[in-house]
Every structure is written in C-alpha cells, then in structure tokens.
C-alpha cells in the first residue's frame, strides 16, 4: 500500500479521499490554489502545495505543477477526485511517465469512454444495448437532419465530446432540427472545443440508472449495484438513491452483466459507473422498463456515498487498494445490500430562479448530528465551513447528505428531518426546495423520470409552508427574546414598565413577500399579538436549543431565527421563511428605488452582448450572456429602451452588481 499520496482536487472530495487515506495510516498531500488558501481541505491533510491562481486552468488544472508538488512531497500516488483532471487521459499518462500511480483506469480506457460517440461503437460491438440514434462520423448537417427524421421526434442532439449537462438539445419537431443543431454546435465548440454530435431518440419517461462497476489488475470485475438518479435539473442530478425503486432481480443482473461487459471491453480498472437511460411505459410498472447505455464515467462519482451506505464497504479504500495492485476485497457473490440510501445535492442556488447558482459567505452553517465520510445513518460530505465562501470559481455544492434506513419510506423521513435541520444563511441554497421534492406525492410514490421536477413545478417551486403569521410570531418572539437577555431579565417582566395605564400596546414593523405587515403586541394578564389582518391571539414562547418554542394562534412550533440586520430567516420543522423586521429609525427619509439598472446578477465573465449601443431593444429582449459558474445566463431587458452604452467587453470578468450596460427608457 501507498505511503503518501498526493490529491488533485478540492471541496468535499479532497476532504473524502483524505478521511479515507487518515484511516488506512496514508499520508496526504493537498493542492490549492489562491482562493482556497484556508479550505477545508487543506487542513484536511498532513501536507500541502499552493499551485496557482484561483481560476481552475491556473491551479487545479495546471498538471505539471501538481506532478511537481507529488515529486517534491514524495508522493506515490494521484488521486484525481472527480471533475477537473479525472477524466484527462493526458494527465494519466503524465503520471505514468513521472513515475506515479494514477488512481483510476488506465489512459486507454479513459480516451475510449471519453467521447460519447465512440464509446457507443465500442459498446456496439461488446453487444451493450444502445439507445436508437446516430453515432457517425460524417457530420454533414444534411446527413444529421435525414439521421434525425429517420430515429424521429423527439430528438436529442448531443455534443460527443459533451458532459455535465451542457451541450444537449432535445427537438421537438423536425423544422426545429436545423436552429438546434446549429446552437448545440456553437455551445460545444466554446466549452468542448469540438462540434462533433450524435443524435438520439429522446426517450419518453426516461430514468437515470446507473451501475457502479470496479476492475482490478488482475481482470476481475464486479458490480456494486446501482443507483437511480433521475431527478434532475438542467440534465444535472439532485437526489440520487439506491436501490432504484421498482427495481427487479432480473433487471439487476441483466444491467449489472451489462456494465462489467461494458467495463471489460475497455480493460477498465477501479471504480467507475456505467449510466443507463431506462424506458419505461408507465411508472408502476417496473416489467416495462428498458435499459441502453448513455456514457460511462471512468472515475469516482459525486453520488458513490449512496453505494457505500447499502454495501458497507468504502469505495476510496477499494480504489486505493486496486491502485496500488491488490486483487478486488470481495467478489460479485460476496457484495450485499441493505436498506435504502438516498443522497442530496444541497447547492447555492436560486431553485426559484431556474437554479441560478449563488455566490457568499455561509454566515450561518448548521447541519444536523451527522458522520463525515463515513457509513451512518446520517451523513454529510462537505469542504466547507461556517463562515467559508463559495465563490465563483468552482463548483456550487456546498454539501452532500446521505442517509440510510431500513426502507426507503424511512430514508425518506430522514432525509426530510436532516434537511429541516440544516439551517444556511448567508446565500441561497436549494435546501427548501428539496424538502418540497423529498415530501411530493410524484417522488413519495417514486413516479420517477428525469422530468419529475418539471412535471411537478407546480408543488415544488415558490412555496412557503411556515406562513406569515408562524413567521412573525417567531421574529418577534426572537427579538423579545434578545431584548430580555439584553437586559438580563425574563422578557415578561419588561411588560411591567409598559403597564402604566393598563394594556399597553406595541407595534412591530414587518416585511414580507415584499410588502410591509404591521404586528402588534398587548401587553396585559397575559401578551397578546395580532399580525396583520389576522386574529389577535395568546403568544407565548420559551427558549429550547438554538431556538424558541413559540405558542401563537393554537399552534406550538420550533423556530431558530437567524438575524441579519432586518433580514430574520425562520427555520421550523415545516420550513424555512423570510422576513423583514424593520427598525423604525433606520427607515425615516427613505427614497424610492430606482429601476431599470442592467446589472450583473453574480460574479462572472460576459460571454457576449446581443446589442450595441443605439439598438432599441423591446421588454425581455436578451441583451447580454454571462458565465458563472460553469453556466450561462442570459440578461434581459426590463423594459423598452434604447441602448445608450455598453459598459464591458465579452470576456471581462465582473463583479456581483456591477453595471453591465446602461438602458435609456
Ligand atoms: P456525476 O457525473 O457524478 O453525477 P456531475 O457530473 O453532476 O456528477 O458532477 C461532477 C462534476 O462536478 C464534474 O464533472 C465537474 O464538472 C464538477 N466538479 C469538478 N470538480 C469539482 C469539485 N472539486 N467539487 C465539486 N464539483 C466538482
Ligand atoms: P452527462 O455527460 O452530462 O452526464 P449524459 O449523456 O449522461 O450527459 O446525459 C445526462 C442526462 O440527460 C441523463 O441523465 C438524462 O436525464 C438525459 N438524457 C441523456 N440521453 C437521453 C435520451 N436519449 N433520452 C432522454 N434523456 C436523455
Ligand atoms: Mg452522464
């Protein structure tokens, strides 16, 4: 086994493959760039490198300076994490020729299963069900446009050399092929640098399956199951679970056979997932269901925590041991598994602004009892800290909870229960938003398909089950609360100096959804409140934890409030609010916000401008695409107007807020 071993990545996986190689008495080396100077995954491991500036080409993707930080650590090995170097066949040649174990397949089967296109041929031979579709080399658009008609409508046009949801484009009809297939092209050149596509049946009620699959040196291959992923947004998972609902032992071993010959037929060594598009009929009717190879990923998934927690076994360890030439720990009739797992991807992101990724400082980072890295009944994976900033640069994950139980209902439950308790402020995350999905009827009945978040748009999106009135009685609670530890006194004793003449009022200036709410509060035998147009009601409230039992209109609920300036966000077991509560002094004079600015929504570089300078432009007209994040958003015009300058050039990189063109109007 390896004595120290260096690690090419960052965030959460770094923090994984390091709490692995701790347990297994392995030396760490990390990497880092400028912005993650004190990451957590520096202080992760035992050594570490500063490679570079903070934009991923200059430091994490920079491979001769991160072979030349294992060289002078006396590193044995690489690990490349996932993302970033992991899929380079270049990158796992150049450790071989600097004397180092890459940790993972070899260059062969990386280069093999690295275009969409001709790992398909390849599949083709090795007898792996495909999906209808063409995976030529003649690109001619005429060619692709009879290609298209000939699988039929829908249609989806891939970038071959395509992945992490870019890149694809689903046509409708046949008129539409030709615009489609041009803007696929355009969006492939710029990220992949290759237009080469391939086209396929778009299938209808699709389901992301995928099989977890491990080599080793001696030709031994074996299939950890699978995991279903097909909730997804923008082609990019959210909930991955194990096993996949509806799942038969029959279709199992016919997927699991599928994967270890798909696996074979490159001479794959280590982990890797084989990922399947199913078909199904209807949702209910797991006998329907029709499986045909997508694309193989040749490294370590976000989502393998899922397999772990079913299997018992760690899939780092494994991929050390392989790495370092040991046979497989077990084989195909040794692996077992219990219960159900299911993971979360909770990101900064706006879910209710078509997951716009978020940028900022985790002012408020709590997460529930929970095992790091490690098999548990709850466990998170994370690279970040209370008080750690996501940036723009990398990834938008700020963590992955995984929980196990015995049933899937039951993993459902905590799944639910963990992300009530996992409280952020300070960006916006998708937590909420998960909880909607985790409780929907369509996902609680596992009426799965990769469009089960569109279809249920209606339940999942711009919802607020804490309410007006739980919300304001929880800040004003919070404040009075923090008014009386203030003042070192019970928050009813101040009412004696507000009794003078009998019941004495006092008013609390809310905002909520944008509009103003007044609250008021009486003092008297006992504190009565009234929230805006609703029933004046007892109000009681203790401290318990980090929160506050609060009593108001017959309910009792458990609210943490976490105060930022006016800015109060309520966390309840039922959700997850905000609200404003005004400080009257602050508010006097105010001015009328100006409209209308053109503004950088985050941090990022422009990509383009659709206009120049004395266009007219009409209300929603694309004005200007910027990158963040690794995606693309498109500005708009707010209302009619001429432009009157625009105030950066494509390729600058902009600050949050920044103005980008000026609008006459
Ligand atoms: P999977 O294919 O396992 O479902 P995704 O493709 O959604 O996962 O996410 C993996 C992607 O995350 C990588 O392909 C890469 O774009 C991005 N990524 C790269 N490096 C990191 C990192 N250090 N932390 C988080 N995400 C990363
Ligand atoms: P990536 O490289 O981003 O992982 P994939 O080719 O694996 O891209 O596809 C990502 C997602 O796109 C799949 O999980 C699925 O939701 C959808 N998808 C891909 N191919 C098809 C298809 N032929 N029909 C329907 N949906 C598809
Ligand atoms: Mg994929």
């Known amino acids: 086994m390896f004595k120290k071993i260096l690690i090419a990545n960052r965030g959460e996986i ?85 004397g180092l174990v890459f940790i993972g397949p070899p260059a062969s ?28 080399a003649d690109q001619d658009p005429a060619l692709l446009q009879r290609e298209a008609d000939r699988i039929g409508y829908p249609a989806l046009i891939k970038a071959s050399a395509g992945g992490g949801g870019k890149g694809m484009r689903v046509v409708e009809k046949s008129e539409d092929f030709a615009a489609a297939l041009a803007s696929c092209k355009r969006e492939a050149i710029n990220s992949f640098g290759s237009d080469a596509v391939l086209i396929e049946k778009y299938v209808q009620r699709p389901r992301h399956i995928e099989i977890q699959v491990f080599g080793d040196t001696q030709g031994n291959c ?30 199992r071993a ?110 408020v980072y709590r997460k529930p009892q929970a095992a790091s890295f490690e098999r548990s009944t709850i466990r998170i994976d994370d690279g970040v800290r209370e008080g750690d900033t996501i940036s723009p640069f990398y990834d938008s994950m700020v963590a992955k909870l995984i929980v196990h139980g015995d049933t899937r209902e039951q993993a459902l439950a905590r799944l639910d229960t963990a992300l009530a308790q996992t409280h952020i402020v300070g960006l916006n995350t998708n937590v909420q938003f998960l909880r909607h999905v985790v409780r929907s009827q369509a996902f609680v009945a596992a009426q799965l398909d990769t469009a089960l978040i569109q279809r249920e748009s209606a339940v999942l999106f711009k919802q607020d089950p804490v309410g007006l009135q739980a919300a304001a009685a929880a800040v004003i609670a919070n404040a009075l609360q923090a008014e009386a530890a203030a003042q070192g006194a019970d928050p009813f004793s101040r009412r004696d100096g507000w009794q003078s003449h009998g019941n004495t009022r006092r008013r609390f200036e809310l905002e909520y959804d ?5 609250a008021v509060l009486t003092y008297g035998p006992q504190l009565l409140l009234q929230v805006g147009e609703g029933a004046e ?36 077991p039922q959700g997850a609010t905000r609200i404003g509560l005004l400080d009257p002094l602050a508010h006097a004079g105010e001015t009328a916000q100006e409209g209308g600015r053109l503004t950088a929504p985050m941090p990022g570089k422009v990509v383009s401008f659709a206009v120049k300078a004395g ?51």
């Open 14 to 98: 770094a923090c994984r493959v390091a709490a692995t190689a701790r347990r297994m008495g392995i030396q760490t080396v990390a990497v880092y760039s400028d912005a993650d100077t004190g990451a957590k995954h520096v202080q992760a491991c035992d050594e570490a490198v500063h490679v570079g500036g903070s934009a991923p080409k200059d430091s994490y993707l920079q491979w001769q300076r991160i072979l030349e930080a294992a060289k002078a650590t006396g590193a044995e090995a690489v690990h490349p994490g996932y993302g970033f170097l992991s899929e380079n066949e270049d990158f796992a040649k150049a450790c071989a020729a600097a």
């Open 109 to 136: 089967a990386i280069l093999a299963m690295g275009l969409k296109a001709e790992s398909k041929r390849l599949m083709e031979a090795a007898g792996v069900p495909l999906v209808p579709g063409y995976h030529g």
């Open 222 to 251: 074996v299939y950890l199951f699978e995991r279903d992923c097909s909730v997804q947004r923008r082609h990019q998972k959210v909930l991955e679970e194990a096993p996949a609902p509806g799942m038969t032992e029959a279709l």
């Open 254 to 363: 016919q997927m699991g056979a599928a994967a270890v010959a798909a696996a074979k037929a490159v001479n794959y060594v280590g982990a890797g997932t084989v990922e399947f598009i199913v078909e199904q009929t209807a949702y209910d009717q797991p006998e329907s269901m029709k499986f045909f190879f997508m694309e193989m990923n040749t490294r370590l998934q976000v989502e393998h925590p899922v397999t772990e927690a079913i299997t018992g076994l760690d899939l780092v360890e494994w991929q050390l041991r392989v790495a370092s030439g040991e046979p497989l720990p077990l084989q195909q009739s040794e692996i077992r598994m219990t219960g159900h797992a299911i993971e979360a991807r909770i990101c900064a992101e706006n879910p209710d602004n078509n997951f716009l990724p978020a940028t900022g400082t985790l002012q």
């Open 514 to 518: 944008g509009q103003p709410v007044r």
């Open 537 to 572: 009601s007892v109000f009681l409230f203790t401290p318990q934890g980090d929160g506050l039992w609060v009593q108001f209109n017959g309910q009792r609920t458990h609210s943490t409030v976490h105060a930022q300036g006016e800015t109060c966000h309520v966390f309840t």
């Open 615 to 665: 266009d007219k432009v009409k209300a929603g007209q694309p004005l200007a695409v910027m990158e963040a994040m690794k995606m693309e958003h498109t500005i708009s015009a707010p209302k009619d107007g001429t432009v009157a300058e625009l105030l950066y050039a494509p390729g600058d990189q902009v600050a949050d807020g920044a103005e980008l063109l000026k609008l006459a109007v």
